[in-house]
């Protein structure tokens, strides 16, 4: 048995929003503590690592641990249906072959209820190492979204030099390039400002496709800031915290490419 | 001749928006009293039926009963030359073979005349036999609109279940389904506050085609409320109120599906 | 050396929006007072003349008279990573094959280069004839993009109708026609207002091609006015004014049609 309502949909919606289009099937691990998600994009190239703990829910039951296995694409559809302001109870049955999803609009005494069929996931639990990474940036997540769609524009990929005196992201092309600098962290007064806060131990200069930094950066309505966590030759981290009880996180590897030194 | 004007041409666009995916041509009929219009969609299976009285126009002329047939794409095409403050003349001389609508900004001193050629349509006038129905619902009629959309994710057809005890919407596929339950009706006193009404004789169970309900919903934005009269075995009728002084009407037949008693 | 900076990207960014689907390449000329363009559209049938006084900008410096050839594709894109109220830098050094843009938003100490690669165009400077015109109309250039938007639905041309007694815009096509009608001229008191002013030395009956009218009409965002000069058997001089410091104008020879006098 499991079950657990979170106050709104809309927290469910958005977390979908930034995973549908990497991610075709979704194995939720419920446990006593948590709802969590592991996936690789179909190309096998990013992992998403999604964590809503239980404080996150008005109510949360697991009695043991349990795998749910959804299609994205079933999950989606399902939510489609809710207000944003409804409360969202998610149910599961031991043994049964259907989530049952209830929205209620408690104002207007209107609930809808969607079940979803359950799908057998391969969901291969992947060791994700503690890492110690080279320099941390902290930026609002609608600005990394639009230096992702800038950049998108002169090139596949996107270059990431931080050093103690700034951080630039820049991607050149045939007919131009663009390039971003950051030359001042803000202190940790102001990290609500609105602008960039970064730290940087080592000098990083790293390259990624933009094409998937592009589809992580969606998950920019799920918080105002984002965290970026570099290190050479490493898997780049972007995370988005979710009300300080969660997170939704992106893994990439870097680009090894020739002329990544030059830039 | 008929010459009728209308304080603003919002009216008519929000009409011909709600009807032109459905009906291709339509043939007024205009009386001393009122112009109205009735027509078959192009597949003959849904009936539409509009009806505004005078008392919706700032002036209105009709000499002698008068048949006037536009093809609708070249009255929506007309129709959005209007700004939606402008007012709305509407003048057909005995014998043209056009009509004129003239609309005027009269702050700016702006006129705009539209000629819309005519064309002959075959108007069967059809009877709309007087039904006594089992059961009526009145609900907001952007949250219809909310309900045949998302049901229309899961299921061609749509079952409406109407008890004494309560309302529901229900779409069922492969992949899930979506029931929608409303257990108390509002009080006739807060029946503009959003809540959904309904007064049930006897109990109905009737499937409809979502898609058909889906274009009818369309007509939300003539009217805050819609009300749905059903009864087993026969049409539904679909009616948005028109400033009191009029009516858009749809009408429907039920499936007949096997499994129809099964849901 | 070229250096100049405009206090706000969005003016640049209005005007590359208005004339990206006229023109191609773009050949600045920058002199000591000014940056301007010229160039044909496409097809050679329409001429966009912009300039942009050094008025406009917050610091201007160009030793000697040069010509920057720019790809407007190129630019659109360069100009699409500026934030509207980012302050906007051009840089050209002599001899260089690119010109740098440097958006800044100086409140969040970020700062976006945006290198574009030049290119040789053949820019012949058209002599633009002084010519005397024998009506002139003035109106919300809003409402001169909606009555081109509303036309074009009726007809490929348009005829423009003045007279001392009135203005019209009509177009006519085989299922109606539209024509709109201005009867008076608001006083030169009022010329702010949104109504329509027009001086009418002799009367006017010219046809053009509503496509390029069209096209035109997306300068609206440039300015709340356009001035229409018109003259029979001369080309229409459409003109959206720039803070008072330059102008974006658009001339397009009328049509010749044999039809045209029976309108």
Not at 227 to 246: F, H, Q, T
């Given at each position: 048995m499991f079950e657990a309502k979170l106050p709104n949909a809309s927290l469910l919606k958005k977390i979908v929003d930034a995973i549908k289009d990497l991610v075709n099937d979704a194995p939720f691990d419920c446990t006593e503590n948590s709802m969590s998600l592991q996936a690789m994009d179909a190309s096998h190239v990013a992992l998403v690592a999604l964590k809503l703990e239980n404080g996150l829910f008005d109510m949360y039951r697991c009695d043991r641990t349990i795998n749910i296995g959804i299609s994205v694409a079933n999950l989606t559809r399902a939510l489609k249906c809710a207000n944003n302001d409804d409360s969202c109870m998610i149910r599961y049955n031991d043994e049964g072959d259907t989530v049952l999803f209830t929205f209620v609009d408690e104002k207007r005494d209107r609930s809808q209820d969607v079940t979803v069929k359950l799908m057998d996931i391969d969901a291969e639990q992947l060791g994700i190492p503690d890492q110690k990474y080279s320099a941390v940036i902290e930026m609002p997540s609608s600005e990394f979204q639009k230096t992702c769609r800038d950049l998108a524009m002169f090139s596949d990929s996107i270059v990431i030099n931080a050093t103690k005196g700034g951080v630039t992201f820049k991607a050149t092309g045939d007919t131009g390039g663009s390039t971003l600098v950051y030359n001042s962290s803000a202190s940790a007064d102001d990290e609500d400002s609105g602008k960039i806060f970064f730290e940087v131990k080592e000098a990083v200069n790293v390259t990624f496709s933009i094409k998937y930094l592009n589809h992580f950066a969606k998950a920019a309505s799920l918080s105002n800031?984002?965290?970026?966590?570099?290190?050479?030759?490493?898997?780049?981290?972007?995370?988005?915290?979710?009300?300080?009880?969660?997170?939704?996180?992106?893994?990439?590897?870097p680009k090894i490419e020739d002329d990544q030194n030059m830039d």
């Open positions: 800031r984002v965290r970026l966590s570099i290190c050479n030759d490493v898997p780049i981290a972007i995370e988005y915290s979710i009300e300080d009880n969660g997170y939704l996180r992106f893994y990439l590897a």
